[in-house]
């Protein structure tokens, strides 16, 4: 198994910054791919990027693509999703989650989720 824990969730102002963390723990060698998702209130959840362990391929969402970045720190067990330039359409609960094996952006294929951390932008 593999647990993972947000942090670094807010609110902000349009224009603003935030950086969440993903820590994993448990049997993260397991797991090849960590990703961001954020679901709004009444809407599905949805990809926003994500980051390989090894060899740091990223994936990102048009949506977030020169705004958000994604970091990890193998030796940390440790992903950093740094969002800038944040707008009022950004605002959601944001997940971290882990995958045995490569990127997607269906949700229901990824393995480990975390408890999720709010995201409030205003405008």
């Known amino acids: 198994q593999v647990q993972l824990a947000e942090s670094g969730g807010g609110l902000v102002q349009a224009g603003g910054s935030l950086r969440l963390s993903c820590a994993a723990s448990?049997?993260?060698?397991?797991?090849?791919?960590m990703g961001w998702f954020r679901q709004a209130p009444g809407k599905e959840r949805e990809f926003v990027i994500a980051?390989?362990?090894?060899?740091?391929?990223?994936y990102y969402a048009d949506s977030v693509k020169g705004r958000f970045t994604i970091s990890r720190d193998n030796a940390k067990n440790t992903v950093y999703l740094q969002m800038n330039s944040l707008k009022p359409e950004d605002t959601a609960t944001y997940y971290c989650?882990?995958?045995?094996?490569?990127?997607?952006?269906?949700?229901?294929?990824?393995?480990?989720w975390g408890q999720g951390t709010q995201v409030t932008v205003s405008s």
């Open positions: 989650a882990a995958r045995i094996g490569g990127s997607t952006r269906y949700y229901p294929a990824w393995d480990y």
């Open positions: 980051v390989r362990w090894s060899g740091g391929t990223t």
């Open positions: 448990g049997r993260t060698s397991s797991t090849d791919t």
